[in-house]
């Protein structure tokens, strides 16, 4: 529990002083992760190659729990929504995947 009031708080963080970072989630998993090897390791920059096998030791969190925490902070803060143009691109992709899922479900394939 601790670890994941951690992680909204350094997502709250995050959306507070980058407004980008509402409405772009690698942009966000990026900074979270940034701020996280730098409280642990006292590094800013890191390679994709040594994150990609690294990031549980550097004190980052997996992509989804910071995805989701996003979705929670930003239902108990609107005014850390994201644009009007992102939320009608992620509605258009939530839209996509559904019908993709039916479609996958109706050919046996889901």
């Known amino acids: 529990m601790s ?7 350094r997502v709250l963080e995050v959306l507070l002083d980058e407004k980008k970072t509402r409405d772009d989630d690698m942009l966000l998993y990026f900074m979270v992760c940034q701020r996280c090897f730098f409280d642990s390791h006292g590094m800013r920059d890191i390679s994709f190659n040594e994150f990609i096998h690294k990031f549980r030791d550097l004190g980052c969190p997996n992509f ?6 996003r979705q929670m902070v930003q239902s108990q803060y609107p005014e850390l929504g994201c644009s009007p ?4 691109a992620r509605s258009r ?18």
């Open 85 to 88: 143009k992102a939320r009608r």
């Open 93 to 110: 992709g939530q839209k996509a995947y559904e019908k993709y899922a039916k479609e996958a479900a109706e050919n046996g394939e889901g």
């Open 3 to 9: 670890k994941l009031k951690t992680i909204e708080s």
């Open 64 to 69: 989804e729990s910071v995805r989701r925490t």
